[in-house]
């Protein structure tokens, strides 16, 4: 158990420092001797844990998606309709990023995507499959009638792609978006992109 708890702890240092190193030097500074650096932790033993450097890298873009997701989600579970778990989502998502920039400029600026993602996990046994599903939330209310019925990697592309976009340029060039105002409208835009008629 206390081994365990040890690996645990060391994987969480890893993340914590391999975030802490990109937030400080982007892209170009996110090299395995950094993180290494930052961490305290052995080469050796980040590979033990990852697999490799892309492994850890991987790891931290699925450990961003998962905190961002899970924080937009838990609003939208809270809600009581459609419209106001449409609302959540795009508020909350847009605040946590304003919020968290170091979590979301590693994931919206990051070289490393999501397939990556799926190869650390399973060289950690993980299943592969265990990000947030969007139609996973909606679904009581496409059941209802509120929302259209559509393919589910659909709907995520109308309820998050809006959301991700105007994140990622707010991150590249804040002075371009006013992120309140992109709240406002992208709210009543993606509800309308995704009602039932």
Not at 71 to 94: E, H, K, N, W
Request: glycine content about 8%; aromatic content about 10%; charged content about 20%.
């Amino acid at each position: 158990m206390a081994k365990q708890s040890r690996g645990e702890a060391t994987v969480e240092r890893l993340l914590a420092a391999a975030l802490e190193v990109f937030a400080a030097s982007g892209q170009a500074g996110f090299t395995v001797n950094a993180v290494t650096r930052a961490s305290g932790v052995s080469l050796g033993s980040l590979y033990h844990h990852f697999g490799s450097f892309d492994g850890l890298a991987a790891a931290l873009y699925g450990h961003c998606l998962q905190q961002t997701y899970s924080t937009a989600f838990s609003a939208v579970d809270r809600a009581r309709t459609a419209r106001t778990g449409i609302r959540a989502f795009v508020m909350t998502y847009l605040r946590f990023v304003r919020e968290n920039q170091a979590v979301a400029r590693y994931l919206h600026g990051s070289a490393y995507s999501s397939y990556l993602a799926v190869d650390a996990d399973r060289a950690r046994g993980v299943e592969p499959d265990h990000f947030p599903r969007v139609a996973d939330h909606l679904g009581r209310w496409v059941d209802s009638g509120e929302i259209t019925p559509l393919p589910g990697p659909l709907l995520e592309v109308l309820v998050v792609g809006p959301v991700a976009v105007t994140a990622h340029r707010w991150l590249a060039t804040p002075e371009d978006i006013d992120l309140d105002q992109a709240a406002r409208v992208l709210s009543d835009r993606v509800w309308a992109s995704v009602r039932a008629d």
